[in-house]
């Protein structure tokens, strides 16, 4: 059996306030799509220059797995961030989280000499806010927030409980 760690209140406050900020930024991201029927990834497929260029350039040319594309872009950020948020499927959904960001990093890389169309968000070299958030989400899933507070915990209780009882 692993040694469980202790961690002091503080932190464990930190951890969750980070899991709240970056599930709350992921789910607003997808539902501002939710709201905008005229939303699609194109364009900002279209600005891919980075290593995942050419699987941009795929998706682009066809109009069916561009839809698919923007169906499950959207919907993974809105159940990704609420994951996140209520600390349910937590570690799947920083994990899937943590993943989908860095996708979008790679397609869009800040690097020189590469200009995009699209403006940023300040003045950035290799590493920008898309690129933090996604090793923050991974980090997060190293850590047991969900038990500690969170729908994962909720279910693990009662589970536990349950079968305590049912052990009487």
Do not use: C
């Not at 937590?90 to 690097?111: M, Q, T």
């Not at 933090?132 to 915990?153: S, W, Y």
């Amino acid at each position: 059996m692993i040694n469980e760690k202790k961690y002091t209140k503080a932190q464990l406050i930190f951890l969750l306030v980070l899991r709240f900020v970056i599930g709350w930024h992921v789910l607003y991201e997808g539902i501002s799509k939710v709201m905008n029927p005229q939303w699609t990834s194109a364009n900002f497929l279209q600005e891919s220059q980075g290593i995942l260029s050419g699987f941009s350039g795929w998706i682009l040319s066809n109009s069916s797995l561009l839809s698919i594309v923007d169906f499950l872009n959207i919907w993974g950020l809105v159940l990704i961030g609420l994951g996140l948020i209520f600390g349910f499927l937590f570690k799947p959904a920083a994990i899937a989280g943590s993943v989908l960001i860095f996708i979008y990093y790679l397609s869009v890389p800040p690097l020189v000499g590469y200009e995009y169309t699209l403006p940023s968000d300040g003045s950035n070299l290799v590493i920008n806010r898309t690129l933090i958030e996604a090793v923050a989400l991974f980090g997060l899933a190293l850590f047991p927030t969900n038990e500690v507070f969170g729908l994962d915990h909720f279910i693990s209780s009662r589970q536990k409980g349950t079968l305590q009882h049912g052990r009487k």
